[in-house]
């Protein structure tokens, strides 16, 4: 399989070239066509991990020739001048794609403010009407790491029908689309969250999965032996222990069981970068079919 490194490990990296390659591709096409797609992202006061966030995104975008603007707005900012600074890029025919980076000042209604973004140029899939398009089973500008998740299952080739898929975390960006997204292949799919967990039911669903998909952000909170011999295992939990990255499953124990395991970092992580680019081309292209 192309997704291999060496011995069992899915190349989360290799798969993002593969997407990058693609954006490189399809940019070609938008720019012969006179379309300059452009993200801007929206941040809300200063914020270190943001900082950094936000950095990538800019080096990530100029790498793939897609214009970059971020409007960093006071702390003190009131809701209604975010949702207004958000209708104006709404309404700004020059930006294809709008980012809202997270965490917002206390007392700011999230998901208020992402409803507000055009579901056009939703390019992190958060709107209810993106959300909704899930449900339909026609994915387009759907949250980045749910896609990278999908992207980095079929790429290991693997028949879903009749699998049991089983999704740690029920989060809105991560566990539940990823659940829709893999049950329209007619996988069998179960999420577990807190309360699988605290009924101790959690290391039965475990046992049992083809393909294991885990978005919690507690390490170690799967042990490898709890994985089934020969199961698909996608770890996308990000965890700083002392100056080590690692995920929510205990790696090497898992590595031993599982056909094939995402590493953390290099699983993930790059895969979702490359959809982000993937997705403001598609907001880009869908503003030109307007
Ligand atoms: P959330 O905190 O939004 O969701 C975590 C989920 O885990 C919730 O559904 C929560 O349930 C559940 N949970 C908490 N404790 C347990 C437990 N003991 N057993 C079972 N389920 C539990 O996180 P995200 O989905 O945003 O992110 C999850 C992880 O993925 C984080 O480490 C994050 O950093 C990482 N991440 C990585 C990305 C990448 O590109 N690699 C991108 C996005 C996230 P409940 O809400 O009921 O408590």
Redo the contacts with the bound molecule.
Sequence with gaps: MSTLEGNNLIDGKAIAEKTKAEVVTEMAELKAGGIEPKLAAVQVGENAASAVYVKQQKKNCEKAGILYELKTLAANITEEQLLSEVEKLNGDASVTGIILQLPLPQGMDMRKIQAAISPRKDVEGVNPANMGWIVYGKPFLAPC?AL?VKEIVDSTGIDLYGKEVVM????D???KPVALLLVDKFATVSI??????KAGM?EEHVRRADILIV????AN?IPGAWIKKGAVVVD????RVEDKIVGDVEFETAKENASLITPVPGG??PV?TAILLRNVVRAAKWAKQQ
């Design positions: 790491t990278a740690v975390g029920h989060s960006i991560v566990g577990c969250h807190i309360g699988t967990s959690l978005a919690v952000g507690k909170l996308v939990g990000i965890n993930v992580g979702t």
